[in-house]
């Protein structure tokens, strides 16, 4: 029988979540298969199991690619970055708003130039998939070019992508300023040319409440009522400052969250970056809505913001996935957020243990942005996103894991002590697109 090349079958450890593991590290909520094999076909997963099972059922003239030694996961997700800043990540000094005025407008005036646009973009998507990112969800700046340049490079290098034009029409620079209506005008456009293409999805996206005006996020609102399965993206309760400024522009408002609930953009497919400083009421209210969190604790270390609680979140039944938030955030691997966010909730006194962090970085956040049909982890019929491991990527990772006790101990140390070295093989549906 013909199989089409597109088919292959990869032999490696499998690991995957098929729901949120919890903090029990032998939870059945986990498929860890020691000796497993993924097959992949046109795109998609065909089957996942134990080797000395599928492999029997295997057309003989399927190749198989083997990664014994390493571990095969889904690829990782990354729910909430800034392309633009790529230039500026690891900026010295300064708290959230300082930051903004110093680094940030600055670097994202550059976007003008679409030249600059895209050799960014090209940049932020190579990057991405060398540290197994296979799904962002990522702002651009307030120029309709910046769009344009980072969807047309995740078109094509075959990475799943959400993003969307920042919304900014007050406070801050006049040259990086829209209008409510033009920022209006040009989103529709760009949800017209690109949401639901392939596997492309528009954002709506303000930067956050104190740089839009009322009428903006009214706007704002309307365009997410025309399009109902369109993403909002956005920043909430981040630094303590902002909140107060937050009170200051819209008075008479609960909290920060309610500002947004008021304008309408608090629903299933809004994600809401950090979310540091809310409390049960708003966390009732992102749940009753569907709205989820990207925790990003690099950025949060970084610009010194706070711990976000991912106890109280998971409580109240939210969906949380992980952001990296380049460039506040210090890493594109998901491998140092997942390091990072063990470390934040260790101030907490709460336990992540290597499979729920994993867990985060993959079905977590396909939860989060309502993809968990296609991306999260390797059920047959998801698409083929996924990453290869390498235990033997540094000498000291090699040395660490070589006697670990069990795979969710290899997989810890891994996560602690991995970076994009770590990477040896990322796909996107079914492709190969980084690794030998
Ligand atoms: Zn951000």
Known sequence: MDVPVSK?????????????????????????????????NDGLIESVGPAEVIQPTLEPSVPIKNYREQIIVPGFIDTHVHYPQTDMIASYGEQLLDWLERYTYPTETRFENPDYAREVARFFVAEMQKNGTTTAAAFATTHPGSVDAIFSEAEDAG????????????????????TADS??????????????????????????APTSSARQLELTGQLASEFPDV??????????????????????????????????????????????????????LLHDTGSAVAFCPTSNLFLGSGMFDLDAASQSGVQVGLGSDVGAGTSFSMLKTMAEAYKVLQLLHQPLPAYRALYLATLGGARALDLDDKVGNLLPGKDADFVVLDTRSTSLIERRTRDAQDLHSKLFALIMLGDERTISATYCFGKQVHGD
């Open 8 to 40: 292959i079958a990869c032999r490696a450890t499998i690991i995957h979540c098929l729901d949120d593991p919890g903090i029990d590290p032998g939870s059945p909520n986990m498929q860890v298969i020691e000796d497993g094999l993924l097959v992949i």
């Open 231 to 284: 993403y909002i993206q956005t920043h909430l309760a981040e630094n303590r400052k902002e909140i107060e400024w937050v009170a200051e522009l819209f008075p008479g408002h609960r909290s920060y969250l309610d500002v947004y609930r008021h304008f309408g953009l608090t629903r299933k497919r809004s994600i809401f970056g950090h979310c540091i400083y809310i409390d049960d009421d708003d966390r009732k």
């Open 159 to 178: 990475m799943r992508l959400i993003a969307g034009k920042v919304l900014m029409d007050r406070n801050c620079p006049e040259n990086l300023q829209d």
């Open 183 to 208: 920022g209006f005008e040009d989103s529709h456009a760009l949800i017209k040319k690109w949401h639901n293409r392939g596997r492309l999805n528009y954002a709506l996206t303000p930067r956050f």
